[in-house]
Structure formats: C-alpha cells, structure tokens
C-alpha cells in the first residue's frame, strides 16, 4: 500500500485530505481507462507470483494462456512474476497479445518482460476492478492471499449480477481441495445457494479449461475477440 492509501484507511481524515485521495483514485482509473481500453476481449490469469520458471504450476500457466491465446483472446494479468509472467509469456510464445495492470509496491513489483502493454496502478482496489472490468472469463491458479482474493470478489460479482455469469476456471483440484470442501461446507450450511456452485469450474485438464472457457464465452456471447473499437485522435488514442 502507499503511504496515502494507508492513511486513508485508519479511519476519517479531514474533508481535504478525502478529497485528495478521491481525486487521486480517480486519476488512477483514468489512467487505466486509457491504458486498456484497446486490448481486450481478455481473459484474465489469477496466481501466485512464488512459482519461479520451471515450476509445474508456472509451465500449466504458460500452458493454458497460450490455448486461451489461440482462441483470440488477450491474456491479462497483474504484471508480476510467478504465474501472472508465465500467464504473459504463453500468450506471447504464440503470438497472442499480452497485457498486465501492475501494482505499484513499496519493494517496487516490476513488470514482467512479456507483456506488450501494461499500466501500473497505486491501489489495489483499482486494481482488482481493471482486471474485473476487461475480462470476459478468469482462470484461477495456484495462489496465496490475493489470488483468493480475486477468485471470491469474481464470484460475488457473478453471484450478485453485478456482472454476467462469464466463465471462472480453478485449476488443480489438489491445491484446492480443501477450499473445494469449504465451498461444499457453506452450501450445505446455506450460507449459499445450491446452484451457486455452478458459477465455476474446477479441473485439472487445460482442454477442459480451455473448451469451457470457450463454450461459455465465444460460443454463448457470440463474441467476436479481438474487434476493433474506434480510436479519437483529439483524445491522443492508439489502437
């Protein structure tokens, strides 16, 4: 987190200081507004960014991204290391487009070198949205903290219609066993409903993955991936 971000969520500041941070929360998703508004339909790769290259789960997201990629999709990521670099890395090993929304880090998280456009954004929060916001399905990998955190606020949106029903893959049934539990947990409790359950997808084939993505995206919008959107010079766009 930055400095002001940290501040801000100690509790109230001054109307001045609020105000400074709306603004500045602002800029950050204009910022990304411009940056990617061009390069989607994506899909967008959740991970951990610990896998170092040759680790298996790194090899699975190079794997997938790459098929995701030859269906005309961009891959999008959070620009880092790990599985968000191999994400990145598939798609361009095929010649897909690649993308990253980057978290500005006080160890300063670089972008990884696979990418052919990235935005680096200061706040989390904005973050997670531009990553949401772009996506027309989400794929899942192995992953810590954050990457949980970005598999459940997917699944809240879809489960609350606050986006469509698109596509959430999980990969590896082992490392997810024990959310997978949980999961069968609260519906039995009730605490969600039994078709909720049918708002993702846990496999550990990348066919699968891919094909269901595919069923469920192209197929079931008929989406056209990779449409041209019209670019206004008088903004300074490029395509």
């Known amino acids: 987190m930055t400095k002001r971000e940290i501040q801000f969520l ?22 990304g507004f411009r940056a990617l508004h061009f390069v ?22 190079c794997e997938i991204s790459g098929k995701i990629a030859q269906l005309g999709f961009t891959i999008m990521t959070g620009g880092g290391p790990g599985i968000m670099e191999a994400a990145n890395r598939g798609a361009r090993e095929v010649g897909g487009r690649s993308v990253g929304c980057n978290i500005e880090l006080p160890h300063e998280q670089a972008p990884n070198p696979y990418m052919d456009k990235w935005v680096n954004i200061k706040y989390f929060s904005v973050r997670k949205t531009l990553l949401i916001k772009y996506s027309y399905a989400f794929v899942v990998l192995p992953g810590g903290f954050g990457t949980l955190d970005e598999y459940f606020e997917s699944i809240t949106l ?14 590896d049934k082992e490392f997810y066993k024990n959310i997978i539990a949980h999961i069968e947990t609260m519906k039995a409790n009730g605490t969600i409903s039994p078709d909720d359950t049918n708002l993702f997808f ?38």
């Open 158 to 171: 879809i489960q609350t219609k606050k986006i469509s029903d698109f596509p959430v893959v999980i990969m």
């Open 202 to 239: 846990f496999t550990d084939s990348v066919d699968e993955a891919v094909a269901y993505i595919k069923n469920n995206t192209i197929e079931k919008y008929g989406l056209q991936p990779q449409e041209k959107k019209k670019t206004f010079k008088w903004l300074f766009e490029k395509g």
């Open 10 to 31: 100690e509790g109230p500041q001054s109307r001045w200081k609020e105000f400074k941070y709306s603004a500045s929360v602002l800029f950050e998703f204009i910022k």
């Open 40 to 61: 989607g339909p994506c899909v967008t790769v959740f991970g951990s960014a610990r896998f170092k290259e040759g680790h298996p789960y790194y090899k699975q997201a």
